[in-house]
């Protein structure tokens, strides 16, 4: 079994910065990827980031530069740092890792909310 927990989430005024974590424990093999997405009420759950074990990143269009993801390897931990934050950016936020080799095994944590504020 595999854990992810994250944490960072809250409420910030429009303009402020939040900083994600996300924690994976247990039966950790094989990390191809790690990433955020986030869903906001009423709409489909979309990727924010992700960033591969050899460090290569992607952001969805909206985020970029504003949000910066990175990793801890030796931790298992990624990280989201999201700055000049927009009400738009109100969602959900979850941490997904993608495991294995000839096999993929696809996790996710709980979530956490970040509401921005205008």
């Known amino acids: 079994q595999v854990q992810l927990v994250e944490s960072g989430g809250g409420l910030v005024q429009a303009g402020g910065s939040l900083r994600l974590s996300c924690v994976a424990s247990g039966s950790i093999f094989s990390i191809n990827t790690m990433a955020w997405y986030r869903q906001a009420p009423g709409k489909q759950r979309e990727l924010v980031a992700s960033?591969?074990?050899?460090?290569?990143?992607n952001y969805a269009d909206s985020v970029k530069g504003r949000f910066t993801i990175s990793e801890d390897n030796a931790k298992n931990t990624v990280y989201l740092q999201m700055n000049s934050l927009k009400p738009e950016d109100t969602a959900v936020y979850y941490c997904?890792?993608?495991?294995?080799?000839?096999?993929?095994?696809?996790?996710w944590g709980q979530g956490t909310q970040v509401t921005v504020s205008s």
């Open positions: 960033i591969t074990r050899g460090g290569s990143t």
């Open positions: 997904n890792v993608l495991m294995g080799v000839a096999i993929h095994y696809n996790y």
